[in-house]
């Protein structure tokens, strides 16, 4: 049977790869992100519920983690357990201070962000209007469109998905766009077809 | 569309970091009623909601109608027969509505479907790169709001056509009506 515990066998110590990754060694860096890994996201997980937020707590620990070895701060490599945790609970109280003061905040000015809520009906018209507005354009303009508004890809990405040149992308973009946009400031094809 | 094609370079991150970058966050902000921005609010939100159900897309494969299913989303299935005259009861309460017509056509995996609404002056609608599945079926995959829409429009006659090509291989000529209460 393999135990959890072999895959740490023969490895650095702590204080030995906080010294190599000091010098340069990012390899040395990347090992210490991965020895501190398991610590750092059961110490989320106590407090956080869901698995983004648990991996986003993790970045933010480790994102200060690589930065304090890189510029030396970490004086005591013997103790770096103990700076790894200080920096979890900071990152912590940071984020229970926003939450309490966004909380503070929700309580006495919440009412106001109702506008940021969708008008059911519009929300439910803009949606059968895209639908139809998309079902006008081809196969390739929908593909590019998502890819670029919706999933946020940037043209070289969407390029090398659809196999299109980035310039392409471009221009299928602004033409789906221009033709989307004059479809939308009118009704559904139906409605128009019935008027 | 230039303001358009402006806010595209932007929100595609075209438009570099720098003081034109500055420029134009600030512009934006004096101006926070720009319908153009609006669209794009919209087309965002909204279209991620459609790519979320797979209606952004024309047709989805019968896995896709089970996956939704399977996640627990309100869907109904519809299941028309061959080409024909029908006339079809579609239930009222889901939130997606699908409706599946058999083309029996295996070898086919792209369709253009072109509709006419009988009683209003034959307006005609084309939707091109449909989806067929290897089942030989079309599942045409739609959100409620524009189904309903869509009904509201009496007969429909659908023609079916090998995508990019003007040869039609089935025919469909349908009445919808919703369940009655």
């Known amino acids: ?195 | 569309m230039t303001r358009l094609l402006d806010l595209d370079g932007y929100l595609t991150g075209e438009l570099a970091e720098g003081p034109a970058l500055d420029a134009f966050e600030e512009a934006m902000f004096d101006a926070p009623d720009d319908p153009e921005v609006a669209f794009l609010d919209a087309l965002a939100r909204t279209g991620a909601v459609l790519a979320d159900h797979g209606t952004f897309d024309m047709g989805v494969l019968r896995s896709h109608i089970d996956a939704l299913r399977a996640r627990g989303e309100s869907l109904s299935l519809t299941e028309i027969g061959p080409p024909g005259t029908y006339r079809v009861e579609f239930p009222r309460d889901s939130r997606l509505v699908c409706t599946s017509l058999v083309l029996g056509l295996p070898d086919v995996s792209r369709v253009d479907v072109e509709m006419r609404l009988v009683e209003h002056g034959n307006a005609l609608k084309t939707v091109r790169d449909v989806i067929v599945d290897p089942d030989g079926r079309i599942y045409a995959l739609c959100e409620r709001p524009l189904f309903e829409l869509s009904l509201g429009s009496g007969r429909v006659h659908t023609k079916v056509y090998r995508h990019g090509q003007r040869e039609l291989i089935a025919e469909w000529d349908i009445t919808g009506v919703l369940v009655p209460l």
């Open chain 1, 1 to 195: 049977m393999v135990a959890l515990s072999d895959g740490l066998r023969d490895q650095p110590s702590i204080p030995a790869l906080i010294a190599a990754a000091r010098a340069g060694d990012r390899q040395s860096e990347g090992a210490l992100v991965a020895r501190f890994a398991a610590v750092v996201r059961t110490f989320a997980r106590r407090r956080l519920k869901t698995a983004d937020a648990v991996d986003e707590f993790a970045q933010d620990v480790f994102l200060r983690f690589v930065q304090a070895v890189r510029t030396g701060a970490i004086t005591e490599p013997e103790r770096t357990g103990g700076f790894v945790l200080g920096i979890c609970k900071n990152v912590a109280r940071e984020r229970a201070r926003l939450a309490e003061r966004r909380s503070e905040l929700w309580q006495q000015f919440g009412d106001a962000l109702a506008p940021l809520e969708d008008n059911p009906e519009l929300a439910k018209y803009q949606l059968a209007l895209l639908e139809d507005c998309l079902s006008q354009i081809s196969q390739r303009s929908r593909d590019v469109i998502k890819h670029a508004f919706v999933l946020g890809e940037s043209a070289a990405e969407i390029g090398v998905r659809l196999e299109m040149s980035e310039g392409n992308v471009r221009v299928v973009r602004h033409r789906a766009l221009e033709a989307l946009r004059t479809c939308m400031s009118g009704k559904t094809f139906y409605e128009e077809a019935r008027a």
